[in-house]
């Protein structure tokens, strides 16, 4: 069999350009749909070179997250099981003890997390909620560790008291692409959850934000959700790549299975775009196997979450993530507090 002579082939300029690591915020939507376009090795590679221009290769980054406020959601996110619209076996629980929270983070620390990711179930908090949250940032920021909080739409005081607070990240993801959207969500727009964001970042906290694949979305939509995030004036810090987790009950309980290198080309996607954030292989995983996780710590996910649990659903149990690191030879990446 004859191969394509090297100098022949078309991309291949093009794909040395993509190994440079280089920060861009000017990414076209064709250039993000080419990559989608690759070579599944092309793709593999120019991601796992673009990843080692800005991390160490066999590095993640550990977070734990707690449900701090469970259930009763009024928003109809269709992937989820907090709306109080779908009938599922969530139970409905008030905010934690802050106690109750701070006794959470320690063990989370204890068993080696770097950062703390509270969420609760709200559109959007009121002001007492906030005072509490902002003291539950307080104390586990105290125990060293970082802190991330996921609470819904903020307002930009809102933002800036949980900076005053000592919050590192502030998680508010797209989801999917802007058209996509509506057929997911309904009681919040795309532009609201861009405002958020704007207010996050503008309060000067650290912007974690991604997004879904399996919600029936085609490539086109994937393309569009990363091209969004890329191209926006900072890329954010922390870029979570959720695989939908299907909850009985729920709308999108029963949505078709995305192909399992589909979604590592959406990691490898993400890494290329956005080299020097940090990816993160964020639900799902416990409906993948150790290859695929493989995978995508090669395709350049450098962060993951560790604990049996989400937020509502199972995640895999900590000693099983163990035994995968030590087969892959990867290490827990060092908080940034500690470092400091
Ligand atoms: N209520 C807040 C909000 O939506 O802004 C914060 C918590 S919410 C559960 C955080 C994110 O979790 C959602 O934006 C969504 O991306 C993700 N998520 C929720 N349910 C999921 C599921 N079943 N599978 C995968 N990701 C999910
Ligand atoms: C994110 O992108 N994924 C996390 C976190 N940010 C808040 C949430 C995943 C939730 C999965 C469904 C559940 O456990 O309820
Ligand atoms: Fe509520 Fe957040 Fe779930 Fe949407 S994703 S229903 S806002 S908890």
């Keep these: ?101 701070v006794e959470q983070a320690r063990a989370a620390k204890d068993r080696g997390a770097t950062r703390f990711c509270m969420g609760a179930a709200w559109r959007s908090p009121k002001p007492r909620q906030l005072e509490q949250i902002n003291a539950m940032v307080e104390a586990v920021s105290e125990l060293g560790m970082e802190t991330c909080a996921t609470l819904g739409m903020l307002q930009p005081e809102q933002a800036r008291q949980l900076k005053q607070a000592g919050l590192d990240y502030y998680n508010h993801n797209l989801d999917t692409s802007a058209r996509h959207y509506e057929k997911i969500i309904t009681t919040r727009t795309y532009q609201h959850r861009l405002d958020t964001l704007a207010a996050v970042r503008d309060a000067g906290l650290k912007v974690c934000c991604g997004g879904i694949v399996g919600m029936g979305e085609d490539e086109l939509d994937r393309a569009e959700l990363l091209h969004t995030l890329a191209t926006m004036a900072e890329h954010p810090g922390s870029v979570p790549i959720n695989q939908l987790v299907q909850v009985e009950g ?91």
């Design 1 to 101: 069999m004859h191969g394509t002579p090297q100098a022949e082939y078309p991309q291949r300029s093009a794909l040395a350009a993509l190994t440079t690591g280089e920060v861009r915020n000017n990414w076209t939507l064709d250039e993000v749909r080419a990559l989608f376009a690759l070579p599944f090795n092309d793709l593999l590679f120019a991601a796992q070179s673009a990843h080692r221009q800005h991390f160490d290769p066999n590095a993640v980054q550990i977070s734990t997250l707690l449900s701090v406020k469970t259930g009763g959601c009024p928003e109809d996110c269709s992937y989820c099981p907090q709306s109080i619209r779908y009938e599922t076996d969530v139970n409905n629980d008030p905010l934690m003890e802050l106690q109750a929270v």
């Design 250 to 340: 729920t709308p999108l309980d029963g949505s078709a299975a995305i192909d399992p290198l589909d979604f590592v080309r959406m990691i490898a996607v993400a890494r290329i775009l956005m080299p020097a954030s940090h990816v993160r292989l964020s639900a799902g995983r416990e409906d993948m196997s150790d290859e695929m996780q493989a995978l995508c710590f090669l395709a350049g996910a450098n962060s993951i979450f560790y604990g049996e649990k989400l937020l509502t659903t199972a995640n895999p149990a900590a000693d099983q993530d163990r035994q995968l690191m030590t087969r892959l030879g990867i290490q827990p990446e060092p908080c940034s507090k500690q470092r400091a």
